[in-house]
């Protein structure tokens, strides 16, 4: 009897809650002194971008620490959300060939590094003309990039789409095309001599 009921407590499936509660909870309380989001913001997050932030993200080092058991656990009490595929909405043109280069290159339009364009703009003139919704991705830490005419952005940590860098029209907003990295896009977009460069949070640089 005794082997039967210790055999039964070991193929016992670990608890996602307790295991958050145990070594995750201390950041993600209220008043904790850190930005960490709450537990309702991780519920809202879908399995696959709490996996890919645990795997290759911002939770990389804590996620490292905790065994396979405790991780798929802690994915399954948190990733919550509906996985909601954002469809592409594809070019009918061929991407322009990037010649003058006149745009927004890299941290800065200029050398100066001013970070503004140098006009003045009416915010309450303003209208949304275009959205793009990074599929699977929770956010975009990179710079992007504007550079005649087509927009170079990249996505951040959450999802297995992390780590794709889009190029899409700056006017419509359709997409030219797409590239996937090993990691979530962490660096500046830049462009030299036609090819874009920038880097991943696996320390991998990119020339394409």
Not at 114 to 127: A, E, F, M, N, S
Not at 129 to 135: C, D
Not at 139 to 149: E, R
Request: net charge positive; charged share 15%.
């Amino acid at each position: 009897m005794l082997a039967v009921v210790v055999a039964m407590f070991a193929a016992a499936p670990t608890d996602g809650a307790i295991v958050f509660a145990s070594k995750c909870q201390f950041c993600h309380k209220p008043e904790s002194g850190t930005r960490a989001p709450l537990l309702p913001a991780l519920q809202s997050l879908t399995a696959t971008a709490v996996r890919a932030s645990l795997a290759t993200g911002s939770m990389k080092e804590q996620g490292a620490a905790l065994s396979n058991e405790e991780r798929e656990a802690v994915i399954a009490f948190l990733g919550k959300g509906v996985e909601i595929a954002a469809p592409a909405v594809a070019c009918a043109a061929a991407m322009p060939k990037l010649g003058k280069l006149a745009g927004w290159q890299g941290w800065s339009a200029s050398l100066g590094n001013t970070r503004h364009v140098g006009r003045t703009l009416d915010p309450t003139k303003l209208k949304l003309r275009w959205a793009f919704g990074y599929p699977q991705s929770g956010m975009a830490i990179s710079q992007p990039a504007v550079v005649d005419g087509v927009l170079f952005v990249g996505s951040g940590v959450g999802g297995e789409k992390a780590g794709v860098v889009y190029a899409l029209d700056a006017a419509m907003g359709c997409e030219y095309w797409r590239f996937a990295a090993d990691a979530a896009v962490r660096t500046a977009l830049s462009i030299h001599e036609g090819i874009l460069i920038f880097g991943d949070t696996k320390a991998n640089v990119y020339g394409v």
